[in-house]
């Protein structure tokens, strides 16, 4: 391209994040390109993610993607043209990163990876990634389905989160890893409900009008969400979950603290929506002294049950 072609280009692109050019008052810039707001633990991902550069004085520049890869795309490639100093991504799906994050690349942007993963040969393409272990989640949630039985036979339905996301794809295979171990559990029904009540309420039904409510034993949603809509479809359909239908999925928003304490719900797998914060401290500390930070930074998955349901609702309500 042509150099007025190529100015124009970058204009372009810097015009289509709405935002005029970095760096003029000072301030560490950083975009981030949000998957959307699917879940209420993505809306709080969001809200804790504008607060922590509001702490730390950086100008955070949200783009919210609505759930496309483009669109997630033309984020990154329109950050890249405003001259930011990094970026951060919580890339929708795995795979299909490798060509914008060698333009980062190219341009020295550096690139944090939020919450979830992706999948390439070249793992310079980011500087580090603050994420829990999916696969580790499904497990703690596995492992408590299979002690909840006690050697009971279980028929268990899996609502899945966002087809070819790093995270639906490890919280099918560790949870499957773990009931594995359990005498007479199985997995009869598994289909996406794209980590929405609302998609997740369809399958649910579809998966009652399937199998029959009596011969559903559990359900296991790859997000609280997801789960809240499994309950609604439950409810509806005259079945007692929480109490004649175990329930366990991931999280830990307020909604399902709020469904334990009701008696509708068993059991959440913790994922803190507080990404950002730990990503803009590293990037902080690598802007300082140019040493490449861990590569992983991993939080915590802890489980959670009805005994502390009442308690937890109430501390988290107003941070979520
Ligand atoms: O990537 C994290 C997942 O995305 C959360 O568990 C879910 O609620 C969100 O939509």
Redesign the pocket.
Known sequence: MRLAGKLAAVAIAALVAGCGPAKDDGKTVVGFSQ?GS?????AA?TKMARKAAQDRGVDLRIDDAQQKQENQIRAVRAFIAQGVDAIFL?PVVATGWDAVLKEAKAAKVPVVLL??LIETPDESLYLSAV?SD?VEEGRVAGNWLVGALAGKPCRVVEIQ??VG???ATNRKQGFGEAVAKGPGVQIVRSQTGD??RAKAKEVMESFIKAEGAANICAVYA?????MIGAIQAMKEAGMKPGKDVLTVS??A?PDIFKAMADGDANATVE?TPDMAGPALDLLAQYRKDGKAPRKWVQTESKLYTPETAAAEYARRKDMY
């Open positions: 998957i699917e879940s209420g633990w993505r991902e919580a919450d979830r994420a999916s989160g966002t996301a790093s995270v980590f929405t790859h997000n609280d969400d997801m991931i999280d928003v994922l």
